[in-house]
């Protein structure tokens, strides 16, 4: 059992899933022949089996011409331009370079149908010899995406196309693109919404005065809109009235280069047909579709014009007799309707050729249906004319026509770096879901918990790797000390690593009195448990001792408040308070721990009180 064998005999499964897993496919060898086979195996065997399903890659550019051929014999008018760099070794093939399609069928609906406005992208091809895929895409009457033309291209370079190309031609630019370089300076939601309030202004006026405003609220955000290209570009108040389009942003690409991701990192001819079969199976369900929908307009321009009748239910019409409406809103606005020659002051009805709600608001008035008294351009008829554009089937390799052009090599390979990524690099604006709804799941950040050592108090350290016990404190905590947090009382004489904190030592004392007593004798004892070796001198003992006296007496006062005990027992004015800097660094660390020590004795007395009571 070979792996070519296997290829052939399973190559009708992996047909139906180009990326079958090797497992299933040692599973299918293990069912059906008792046999197993090692991963490495089946994996040879699954890309022998999409190499003759696919072709080889190399191979399918020699075929580019027959191609073409077949496209062009099956669908007339058929536009095809392939480039080539020629070699200057006879012997070699000259190498692959760019491939131009535009099917008759397409070039025919756009003329005939389309409204004039043309949607142009790029995007990445996925195979072995990476480059771009450019497309350009229409619009439908039912303001879905119609598709014209693609190329097989180096890289992009659409930009300086156009201005060579087409200096005269008007342009206009993806709101939603310049938005993503707006905010990397500018973020924030409501400078995003003033931007768009901006692109969204039907009028020169409200463009001037949502400028305005932009300006009164932040001057630096003002000065990136005024440099940034002409408001014709992407403001709907300068769009003109014969294009009968207001989109701001470029769905139309978006959306075709999402519907052929899985066809992106096929070979050359394996892409080019996975485009067109996909197309010719849409074409046909549109028109299938759109002779089942009633109505004057398709669906979606049914349901754009009922939420805009939603919206004119808050305007007041006042007719005039005449065919003329003014039209008031809820907060003061007030606009002028002409229903005979389709206008309306706020210039919406103009630039997109569907209703306003300032015009649907008049023709309700009127008991008028506003869909007929949206555009040509948006009708059931035009749209069902539009798809009977379709493409036609062609023959398999052996039956193409043959070419006396040069026989071309792939081009030349530029392998990236990495791994090669299926999906678009998404902006954190987008919604990382797949499914794109509202009602995505949400992934919720985790909780983020700050440790605090039970020792020393400070934030950044557990009790087992604090540093306090030795005298010594890293920056960082001396940093966190300084900032407050947690609250805590530094004795004078004594270091931060003395520090008892007081937001969790007197939390404890609201609990009962006689479990904090039993947890204080647990403490006491891991005192003198934890010193109970330190070599100290007689001298050293005296003056601890004279010390512990000094605090009895304090503690013979008020011991509701420990920490105006340790406040008293080291202040300035006790004549044993700078005795500490006197002492050798043992008996810095004797009465560093008696201290201690005794705070936690006060508040045991403090605890007998309050359970006594």
Request: a positive charge; charged letters at 25%.
């Amino acid at each position: 059992m070979s792996t070519s064998w296997l290829a052939n005999r399973y190559e009708d499964q992996i047909k139906s899933n180009m990326y079958m897993p090797a497992k299933q496919i040692r599973l299918a060898v293990d069912e059906q022949y008792k046999c197993e086979i090692s991963r490495s195996m089946a994996y040879k065997a699954r890309t022998k089996a999409r190499k003759n399903i696919k072709g080889s890659v190399a191979e399918q550019y020699a075929f580019v011409w027959e191609y073409a051929a077949e496209l062009q014999r099956t669908h007339p008018n058929t536009t095809i331009d392939i480039q080539y760099n020629p070699r200057n070794d006879p012997d070699e093939r000259p190498t692959f370079t760019r491939f131009y399609c535009c099917l008759g069928p397409l070039k025919k609906g756009f003329n005939e149908s389309c409204r004039p406005i043309i949607a142009l992208d790029g995007c990445h091809t996925k195979g072995a010899y990476p480059g771009q895929l450019l497309t350009a895409i229409g619009t439908d009457p039912n303001n879905g995406w119609w598709p014209i033309a693609w190329a097989v291209v180096e890289k992009e370079g659409l930009d300086s196309a156009l201005l060579e190309l087409l200096p005269y031609c008007e342009h206009r630019f993806c709101v939603q693109h310049m938005y993503r370089n707006f905010k990397k300076k500018h973020p924030g939601q409501i400078l995003k919404d003033r931007l768009w309030s901006i692109a969204t202004a039907t009028t020169v006026e409200l463009y001037e005065a949502e400028l305005d405003d932009l300006k009164e609220y932040d001057q630096v955000a003002y000065a990136w809109v005024k440099r940034a290209p002409p408001p014709q570009h992407w403001c709907k108040a300068f769009f003109p009235h014969h294009v009968k389009s207001n989109m701001l942003v470029n769905n139309l690409c978006e959306t075709f280069n999402a519907k052929i991701l899985e066809y992106r990192d096929l070979p050359i001819i394996g892409m080019m047909e996975g485009i067109r079969e996909y197309l010719m199976g849409r074409i046909g369900d549109r028109a299938a579709w759109m002779k089942k929908c009633p109505g004057a307009v398709g669906p979606t321009i049914k349901e754009l014009i009922e939420e805009r009748a939603k919206q004119s239910r808050k305007w007041k019409t006042v007719a005039n007799g005449d065919g003329g409406y003014q039209v008031k809103g809820p907060k003061g606005e007030q606009y002028a309707v002409y229903v005979q020659e389709r206008t309306c002051t706020c210039n919406l009805w103009q630039v997109s050729g569907l209703p306003c709600c300032h015009s649907i608001a008049a023709l309700h008035r009127m008991n008028e249906d506003p869909c007929m008294y949206t555009d040509g351009c948006y009708s059931r008829e035009l749209f069902l004319k539009f798809y009977e554009n379709v493409l036609y089937p062609i023959s398999g390799k052996a039956l193409w026509p043959t070419s006396t052009n040069p026989v071309l090599g792939p081009p030349i390979p530029c392998v990236q770096a990495g791994r090669p990524r299926k999906a678009r690099r998404k902006d954190v604006t987008e919604n990382r879901s797949h499914s794109g709804s509202q009602n995505a799941t949400v992934h919720k950040m985790k909780k983020h918990v700050v440790m605090h050592c039970r020792n020393c108090g400070l934030a950044g350290h557990n009790r087992a790797t604090c540093k306090a016990q030795d005298g010594a404190e890293t920056e960082h905590l001396r940093q966190q000390n300084a900032t407050g947090q947690p609250n805590k009382f530094v004795a004078p004489g004594c270091s931060e690593e003395d520090v008892v904190p007081k937001s969790r030592e007197e939390s404890v004392m609201h609990e009962s009195g006689e479990q904090n007593a039993e947890n204080v004798d647990v403490e006491v004892g891991n005192f003198f448990q934890q010193y109970d070796n330190i070599a100290v001198q007689p001298s050293t003992l005296e003056g601890a001792q004279q010390s512990m006296e000094g605090a009895n007496v304090a503690a013979e006062g008020d011991t509701s408040n420990p920490t105006e005990m340790l406040r008293t027992i080291a202040s300035p004015t006790n004549k044993r308070s700078g005795e500490l800097d006197q002492m050798l660094p043992e008996q810095q660390q004797v009465k560093k721990i008696l201290i201690r020590l005794h705070l936690l004795i006060i508040r045991r007395k403090g605890w007998s009180r309050k359970r006594e009571n």
